[in-house]
């Protein structure tokens, strides 16, 4: 199985596809941020110690007890994702975008009958429905000239002395089957040369690639909570997320060797599907020990994804200058296998001023190194890399809101660090927000947009064997919420 390489500081695992269950699908399942209501969305997140607000069901489940009232609440959802790769001085941009919900739930709330002095628990809730937690929508559109290598290199590092029959299906043994690389005659081993050395050797070429991804991870959550006294509130919720991921990506090269030529271009394809469903718990508490002050602390436990199920196949064809046009296709790879996220925790404050509005925050700890793909005795060597290339990261949240009569208008920043267990930039996020809000006794509506912004590094093909320069990846991306929400009760 070969994997992706881990050079100098980090490689970037998130687009690359090197071969299905290995340490990017960990991190790709693992580093996940809640998208929710439009109130949410416009708080940046910052709401664990604020509550009534059903994306808490997902973050800060004692939210849940802040509900006075019965409610349901539907947030369409804007997502548009913008790339731009700068790969050896070339640069390009590429966009998508697409409609979801980042919420659509309800809460029922139901009031205690015995009197204060004979039952500290004011009124309990339930609630169920689904959150958003990630999207996986993007489009990135690579180019630039190489004039060192090709991706031709990496398949006769691969390829070794192995017997033409024995090459690996999904990608050498396409480069075999177009020609991309043959054995040299006589040889008394087999000795693979690839399709540059008819012509002298590889003198640089246009080096394209394009990523598409789509999909998300949808929560479908079971929550219930209890308010005791109006001072300690407390939730638990049953968290079963769905995910569906799809990525297809399409290399090129395109021969820049004149005049003799033999050699045009060639492309590799991949197409890769992921479906499965997973289970946590989250639990959490709020207390409130003032009128003007609310802390709150809450617990994920790891999401344990069963039973993932990948398809995989790829793709190569070849044209040559004097018309010669040869494919070859992989058959259809099936994997399934499980994964298990780590573990978070999130502890939250909020300061509360009067009925005008609020100042909140909110700091989450999570290690990746907890990432784990399994079972373990099949894929213990992905996990001695997460082990040692991924690190606790840190994220804080600030939100504030303030109120105008039935009006609210409110505003956020977010940094997630990164992933990686080395001290750089490279993967952290930062978001800024605002958003906007009316509410009645019996209905609200909120708007939110998030701006998020952040940098990567990816590599064309594997840099454990060839070394070659990274594409700088820029990715932003923005979000419009608006929510609907109707009480009752």
Known sequence: MKKIGLITLLVYL??????????????????????????????????????????????????????????????????????????????????????GLGNLGFVLTFETKKKLDQNP????????????????????????????????????????????????????????????????????????????????GFNGAIQRKTIETSGSIYEWALSGGMNFNDVLYFGLTLGFPRLKYYQESVYSEF??????????????????????????????????????????????SPTWYNDLHDNWKTSMKAMYTNGDIFTSKSPTGEFFYDIETPWKIIASAAIIVSNKGFISADYEFTDYRNSSVKPNFTYSDINEIIKNNFGPTNTLRLGTEWNAGPYQIRGGYANYGSPFHLDVNDGMIQSVSAGLGYRTKTYYIDLGVAYSFGNMDYYLYNADY???????????TINFGFTYGYRFN
């Open 121 to 200: 628990i004011r009124n309990f809730q339930f609630g169920a429905g689904i959150n958003r937690i990630k999207d996986f929508s993007n489009r990135i559109n690579i180019k630039g000239i190489n004039k060192v290598n090709s991706l031709l290199d990496t398949y006769l590092i691969y390829a070794g002395n192995m017997n033409p029959e024995n090459l690996d299906v999904f990608d050498t043994r396409l480069a075999f089957d177009t020609y991309l690389l043959d054995t040299i005659i006589g040889a008394s081993v087999p000795t693979y040369v690839n399709a540059y050395s008819y012509i002298g």
């Open 14 to 99: 998130f687009a690359n596809l090197a071969y299905a269950q290995n340490e990017e699908d960990a991190l790709r399942y693992s580093n996940v941020h809640l998208l929710g209501t439009a109130r949410y969305m416009g708080l940046s997140g910052a709401y664990g110690a604020i509550g009534a607000d059903f994306s808490t069901l997902s973050s800060n489940p004692a939210g849940i007890g802040l509900y006075r009232r019965s409610e349901f609440s539907i947030t369409p959802l804007l997502h548009i994702a913008k790339t731009t790769s700068t790969y050896n001085n070339e640069r390009h941009d590429d966009n998508k975008s697409n409609f």
């Open 466 to 476: 060839i070394r070659t320069n990274p594409v700088d990846n820029r990715y932003e």
């Open 255 to 300: 021969n820049l060797t004149e005049p003799n030529k033999d050699l045009d271009q060639f492309n590799y394809a991949e197409e890769l599907k992921t479906t499965g469903t997973g289970f946590n718990v989250k639990t959490g508490v709020i207390v409130r020990p003032a009128d003007w002050l609310r802390v709150g602390l809450a617990y994920h």
